[in-house]
């Protein structure tokens, strides 16, 4: 889905109009996303998702999202959109996730696929042009992905960014400019930044070309071709100028010194240009068209929700605002409210262990000692 929006600026008496264009935008408000999204058939025991606002949470509805629902499973499902490039664009890809059931080890990313990928058939192993997002597993991995694939390599990015791993909603943001710079932020805070080149091995080192380096033979550059169904007009070719009809040969012009007589040229009116076949989209150029979920978890739970992909910054800052930002604090309220609950409950029962540990009689143990030791005794006399 694509949606246009604008908003005006005004600044010393100048008014702008700064367009975006969202390519997609997912809130998974109620159970009609299962119009959209496509849960992938590639393997038999992939785990379910399921609609849900989770334990606690900041607004019933606006909480809700596609949430993890059993241990030990892989996951596999996507949306497609209106394929689109980015290329002399910014490109902007956002999502919240919520690891409530304390992830011990599991995926909370996304995946930015190609237009010719098969939903029904997405696994691991599946191209894909973007990952990005939370990867958590034990103590000592805690990071957020940012993978690009190039020339059929997935390039990890060379830096370290911490993920957040606690229990509740952040907002993940990657932000692709057209100079070819990047900017990671989470919860709207930056976290990570810089140029693609320098953070990712996109470029052969200049001292040592590779020598195995080609194109591809089915690598296609043109996004339009021509379409071949489309046939120039018979009356097309025109000059693009004619000889002025009302010019007249000056009465004293001489052939023999001043040469042939040639009429001024104008601009010919019927003259349409040079001719070419109107552009058809290239079947064979590979665009962004799919955003997907493809993760391993070990213990399930986590909650996706309020995705976009956009051209601008500002949209996704807006938007952001608009779902995570609203909600954030209550959700924060309702989970310290169940953990003091939690809090009182096992007070409660800790104090009522250790009135039935008082209340039991001091030295029971010892008489019953006593009692069986005087039944058992054997006199001296009675030998």
């Not at 609950?341 to 009522?352: A, G, L, Q, S, Y």
Request: charged share 40%.
């Amino acid at each position: 889905m694509i949606r246009t929006t604008y908003s005006l600026l005004l600044l010393s008496f100048v008014i702008a109009i700064v367009y975006s264009t969202d390519h997609f935008v997912e809130k998974f408000e109620d159970e009609s996303y299962t119009k959209r999204w496509v849960q992938s058939a590639a393997k038999s025991d992939l785990g379910e998702f399921k609609l849900s606002h989770g334990k606690f949470y900041g607004d019933a509805k606006k909480d809700l999202g596609l949430q993890t629902s059993q241990d030990a499973r892989f996951y596999a499902m996507s949306a497609k959109f209106d394929s689109f490039s980015n290329e002399g664009k910014t490109l902007v890809v956002q999502f919240t996730v919520k690891h409530e059931q304390k992830i011990d080890c599991g995926g909370g990313y996304v995946k930015v696929y190609p237009a010719d990928t098969n939903q029904k058939d997405i696994t691991g192993d599946s191209p894909y042009h973007i990952m990005f997002g939370p990867d958590i597993c034990g103590y000592d991995k805690k990071k957020v992905h940012v993978i690009f694939t190039y020339k059929g390599k997935n390039l990890l990015i060379k830096k370290d960014i911490k993920c957040k791993d606690d229990e509740f909603t952040h907002l993940y943001t990657l932000i692709l400019n057209s100079d070819n710079t990047y900017e990671v932020r989470i919860d709207n805070e930056k976290v990570e930044s810089g140029k693609l080149e320098e953070d990712w091995d996109f470029t052969v080192p200049k001292r040592i070309p590779d020598p195995n380096a080609k194109k591809p033979s089915d690598w296609v550059d043109e996004e339009k071709i021509d379409d071949s169904a489309d046939k120039k007009p018979e009356d097309w070719d025109k000059p693009e100028h004619i000889p002025d009809p009302d010019a007249k040969k000056p009465e004293d012009w001489d052939d023999e010194i001043d040469g042939t007589w040639e009429p001024p040229m104008i601009d010919n009116s019927a003259y349409k240009g040079v001719w070419k076949a109107r552009q058809i989209d290239n079947p064979a150029y590979k665009d962004i068209s799919v955003i997907g979920f493809d993760l391993w978890q070990v213990k399930s739970g986590t909650i996706f929700d309020n995705i976009i992909i956009t051209d601008s910054v500002k949209r996704a800052e807006e938007f952001g605002n608009e779902t995570w930002g609203k909600t954030k604090d209550a959700e924060k309220k309702m989970k310290d409210s169940q953990d003091e609950v939690e809090r009182k409950k096992e007070e409660e029962e800790r104090k009522k262990r250790e009135a039935e540990d008082k209340s039991k009689t001091p030295g029971d143990d010892d008489d019953t000692d006593t009692e069986h030791g005087k039944s058992t005794h054997v006199h001296d006399d009675e030998l």
